[in-house]
T-cell receptor, first 110, second 115 residues
Framework: DTAVSQTPKYLVTQMGNDKSIKCEQNLGHDTMYWYKQDSKKFLKIMFSYNNKELIINETVPNRFSPKSPDKAHLNLHINSLELGDSAVYFC?????????FGEGSRLTVL | AQSVSQHNHHVILSEAASLELGCNYSYGGTVNLFWYVQYPGQHLQLLLKYFSGDPLVKGIKGFEAEFIKSKFSFNLRKPSVQWSDTAEYFCAVNPRSNQGGKLIFGQGTELSVKP
């Protein structure tokens, strides 16, 4: 069983479109995250939720809107996609500071 | 601002060579420390972690790391690398005072091992 699963794994879309990435974890963790990995492999946190409550929002444009319907799910919706949004987006959940990552969703904006 | 610095951007070694990847962080308080590995095309996996106790920690696949508090360092080592160790390595720090358990990552070190 996959502990942290993301869908879709690959997403190719045009500028200006709106897209969503879904994430689910079956580890029973209270905290979930979205990280963005750019083309230089740099990982930067975007959001963190604890038990459905937003606790970290790192200077991310408000075109990005996370939603956590319950503590096992954290989805990411992106409006009006831009070229610079092309990246790999990783979902993660944590226990005592240790992160467990999903396999990533590679977003390509044309 | 809290930050993590990895000294080497790209390291190229031959099989059986010894490896040391440097990691320094800037934060004066208590921290949890991690090394993650990302194999080509895959997600990040935990190699090892330090929370407290013995500053020399052993991880999977023969990796180890030493926490030196006075130097704010957490260097990763392996005595003899294999071709299969080719990957991107990330050092990460979790300041314990951070709300939400946020991990701050270094910029990564790409390791290429030649057979």
């Amino acid at each position: 069983d996959t502990a942290v699963s993301q869908t879709p794994k690959y997403l190719v879309t045009q500028m200006g479109n709106d897209k969503s990435i879904k994430c689910e974890q079956n580890l029973g963790h209270d905290t979930m995250y979205w990280y963005k990995q750019d083309s230089k492999k740099f990982l930067k946190i975007m959001f963190s939720y604890n038990n459905k409550e937003l606790i970290i929002n790192e200077t991310v444009p408000n075109r990005f809107s996370p939603k956590s319907p319950d503590k096992a799910h954290l989805n990411l919706h992106i409006n009006s996609l831009e070229l610079g949004d092309s990246a790999v987006y990783f979902c993660a959940s944590s226990r005592i500071g240790e992160l467990f990552f999903g396999e990533g969703s590679r977003l390509t904006v044309l | 601002a809290q930050s993590v610095s990895q000294h080497n951007h790209h390291v190229i070694l031959s099989e059986a060579a010894s490896l040391e990847l440097g990691c320094n962080y800037s934060y004066g308080g208590t921290v949890n420390l991690f090394w993650y590995v990302q194999y080509p095309g895959q997600h990040l996996q935990l190699l090892l972690k330090y929370f407290s106790g013995d500053p020399l920690v052993k991880g999977i696949k023969g990796f180890e790391a030493e926490f030196i508090k006075s130097k704010f360092s957490f260097n990763l080592r392996k005595p003899s690398v294999q071709w299969s160790d080719t990957a991107e390595y990330f050092c990460a720090v979790n300041p314990r005072s951070n709300q939400g358990g946020k991990l701050i990552f270094g910029q990564g070190t790409e390791l290429s091992v030649k057979p």
